[in-house]
Every structure is written in structure tokens, then in C-alpha cells.
């Protein structure tokens, strides 16, 4: 094995979050449970410019490792990459609820990955077209697009119920 392969190797396992991407149940849904879990974490502490400067740098670096995936490998949407579902999964806690409340928050990250996982996996609407675009893109656009809409419908849920969520404090 040459050192480039090694090298790619190495970045391989990242995009897995080895050992999460070869579990035998739902490898997805436990990335975006390591999501929730890294995630909470830094949204708890991190003011919300720096967690979405985090997250920018994030998805970069994990398109880069998918692509690493994708030369070693060569497949199309490998289920063992989890990268994606991490970063889907920062994407959408930015409409969790800030609050003192630890039980809101917790119901709050809870309600975050739920509806991010109900999106990654149905599909729906136009996140299934993104699933098709090339490479390393298409590994990590639906997630994204998936992140997106559950944001989009957390916020709306919690804005309806007059509860601050953290996108919200950009504005403040």
C-alpha cells in the first residue's frame, strides 16, 4: 500500500467516524446521534457566530473527506460515510431552543434529530435530487438540504411556541 493510499485510508476512516459508519444497526442514525452528542456540546458553548464558523469549516473538511472516500473506494453513497449525517445533524440544531431549562433543551436536540433523520431518510421533495449530484457533493448535499429543512421546520414549531431558538440570536 503506497502512502497516498494509506493517506487516503486515514481520511476514509474520518468520513466513517470509525467505528460509527460500519455498525451493524443503522449507521446513520447513529452519525447523527455523534452529531447530536458533539453537537449539543459545542452549540452549548460556543457563541452562535463561532458554532456557525465551525460548522462552515465542517462541511468543507467533510466533502474534502468524502472525496477521499470515494477515490479509495469508488461507490456511490457508501453507507459506512457518516461525515454527512454529522453534518446534517449540526445544521439542524441551530433551531434548537435556548434556554436555562435543561428539559427543554434536551426535548429541543431531541426534537432536532428526529426531524432530521425523518428527512434524511424520506427524502422528501427536492432532497432526493441532491442525493444525484457527483462525487462528493451528492454524499453531502442531501444531508445538508435534510438539515436544512428539519432547521426550518424546528423553528417554525418552537417560533410558534414563542421559544428563543439559537439561528435566532444571529439577529439579537
Given at each position: 500500500?503506497?502512502?497516498?493510499?494509506?493517506?487516503?485510508?486515514?481520511?476514509?476512516?474520518?468520513?466513517?467516524?470509525?467505528?460509527?459508519?460500519?455498525?451493524k444497526y443503522a449507521p446513520g442514525?447513529?452519525?447523527?446521534?455523534?452529531?447530536?452528542?458533539?453537537?449539543?456540546?459545542?452549540?452549548?458553548?460556543?457563541?452562535?457566530?463561532?458554532?456557525?464558523?465551525?460548522?462552515?469549516?465542517?462541511?468543507?473538511?467533510?466533502?474534502?473527506?468524502?472525496?477521499?472516500?470515494?477515490?479509495?473506494?469508488?461507490?456511490?453513497?457508501?453507507?459506512?460515510?457518516?461525515?454527512?449525517?454529522?453534518?446534517?445533524?449540526?445544521?439542524?440544531?441551530?433551531?434548537?431552543?435556548?434556554?436555562?431549562?435543561?428539559?427543554?433543551?434536551?426535548?429541543?436536540?431531541?426534537?432536532?434529530?428526529?426531524?432530521?433523520?425523518?428527512f434524511d431518510i424520506t427524502k422528501?421533495?427536492?432532497?432526493?435530487?441532491?442525493?444525484?449530484?457527483?462525487?462528493?457533493?451528492?454524499?453531502?448535499?442531501?444531508?445538508?438540504?435534510?438539515?436544512?429543512?428539519?432547521?426550518?421546520?424546528?423553528?417554525?414549531?418552537?417560533?410558534?411556541?414563542?421559544?428563543?431558538?439559537?439561528?435566532?440570536?444571529?439577529?439579537?
Amino acid at each position: 500500500m503506497s502512502i497516498i493510499q494509506k493517506f487516503l485510508l486515514y481520511l476514509s476512516r474520518i468520513a466513517e467516524a470509525y467505528p460509527i459508519g460500519h455498525s451493524k444497526y443503522a449507521p446513520g442514525t447513529m452519525g447523527s446521534l455523534i452529531g447530536v452528542l458533539v453537537g449539543s456540546i459545542l452549540i452549548l458553548n460556543l457563541d452562535i457566530k463561532s458554532y456557525l464558523i465551525f460548522l462552515i469549516i465542517f462541511i468543507i473538511m467533510s466533502y474534502f473527506l468524502c472525496e477521499a472516500h470515494l477515490k479509495l473506494y469508488n461507490i456511490k453513497d457508501p453507507k459506512e460515510v457518516v461525515i454527512d449525517e454529522i453534518s446534517g445533524q449540526f445544521i439542524a440544531m441551530l433551531g434548537c431552543v435556548q434556554s436555562k431549562n435543561s428539559t427543554y433543551v434536551f426535548l429541543s436536540l431531541l426534537l432536532s434529530f428526529v426531524l432530521f433523520r425523518f428527512f434524511d431518510i424520506t427524502k422528501v421533495g427536492p432532497i432526493k435530487r441532491f442525493e444525484n449530484l457527483p462525487n462528493g457533493i451528492g454524499i453531502m448535499a442531501d444531508d445538508i438540504v435534510a438539515g436544512l429543512f428539519a432547521l426550518v421546520t424546528q423553528a417554525a414549531i418552537l417560533t410558534s411556541l414563542n421559544q428563543n431558538i439559537y439561528i435566532k440570536t444571529l439577529w439579537n
